[in-house]
């Protein structure tokens, strides 16, 4: 599964970049749907809707 993948990844590099020891490190991936997120104070969009969130935050 490409979510453990990476969680293992991230936490390998975290160990390589910090030195702190793999016991100590934790990496949590959570797959959340993008209505129950905000950034900048808007609710993100989902896939595939990402043409126009530039926009919408006034960046594009």
Do not use: F, N
């Not at 896939?47 to 926009?55: H, L």
């Amino acid at each position: 599964m490409a979510g453990t993948r990476l969680a293992l990844e991230l936490s390998a590099a975290a160990v390589r970049i910090t030195g702190v020891e793999e016991s100590h490190v934790m990496v949590v991936i959570q797959d959340i749907p993008a209505r129950s997120a905000v950034e900048g104070g808007q609710v993100p969009p989902e896939p595939g809707e990402e043409k126009e969130w530039p926009a919408r935050r006034g960046q594009g």
